[in-house]
């Protein structure tokens, strides 16, 4: 299924919601977009504030950014499996990475739409997940299913990722895709010092050289 695809088949049906995310003015404009179509009972803006609000109000979806403070996306559902079932979770991110896709699947997300889709999109994907549909973007299907078929070799993936901190992948992700230093500070709002710190441990701790290897790197892995 795609985030495309047509708006559940009950209409009326408004579904309650949590979003959470950690930039305050992109969950205003989320709940701008979706809040006439679905009822958004609370936002979160980390893994403990989200935490509370799923056990506290059992929402049948959560919108889960995929990197937050306190542990991500995957902590979230990690600390609330099972005790919950009836609430299902779909990431919303900014980021396409096959890594972040895949792992927030394996971590018990119903579906992953990236933060280019629109407001009637989200709606319709909320609704699709609550059904218990699995949902989409075109190009992060793929991912998934690459994975499965074997294509993606997703442990070796997530052992060499585990070294690395939440901001050291953005870091990493933005140098590997031609970014410069200056770019990557601006991008991230942290000083360029800081990039270079980052971009040393990044090579440090992957066991390479350049620049140009960290690009190849993430290239073959399908990072970028």
């Keep these: 299924m795609t985030a495309h695809a047509a708006p559940s088949s ?19 404009g989320v709940r701008a977009e979706i809040e006439g179509a ?9 893994v403990d504030q989200a935490v509370d609000a799923v056990l506290r109000l059992k929402p049948e979806v959560v919108l889960l950014d995929v990197h937050l403070p306190g542990g991500g996306g995957g902590e979230v559902m990690r600390r609330v499996a099972n005790r919950v079932p009836e609430t299902r979770f779909l990431a919303l991110s900014v980021s396409d990475a096959a890594e972040d ?13 990236t933060k280019t889709i ?10 699709r997940v609550a ?13 998934v ?13 997530d052992e060499d990722l585990d070294r690395l901190t939440d901001r050291e992948r953005e870091v990493m992700r933005l140098i590997a895709r031609g970014y410069a230093y200056k770019e990557v500070a601006s991008e991230l709002f942290i000083s360029v010092k800081t990039v270079e710190t980052h971009v040393s441990s990044v090579l440090r701790k992957l066991q390479l050289s350049s620049r140009h290897e ?3 790197w993430a290239s073959d892995r399908r990072l970028l």
Excluded: K, N
């Design 101 to 113: 896709v895949i792992g927030t699947i394996r971590a018990g997300a119903r579906g992953y739409v």
């Design 131 to 143: 059904e218990g549909d699995a949902v989409f973007s075109p190009r992060l299907a793929g991912f």
């Design 38 to 46: 679905v009822d958004v009972l609370a936002e979160a803006e980390d």
């Design 145 to 157: 299913l690459d994975a499965f078929a074997g294509s993606i070799a997703v442990a070796q993936v």
């Design 10 to 28: 009950s209409p009326g049906t408004r579904r309650s919601v949590v979003v959470v995310d950690d930039h305050a003015m992109f969950r205003r």
């Design 118 to 127: 629109t407001g009637p999109e989200l709606v319709a994907a909320i609704g």
């Design 214 to 216: 960290l690009t190849r």
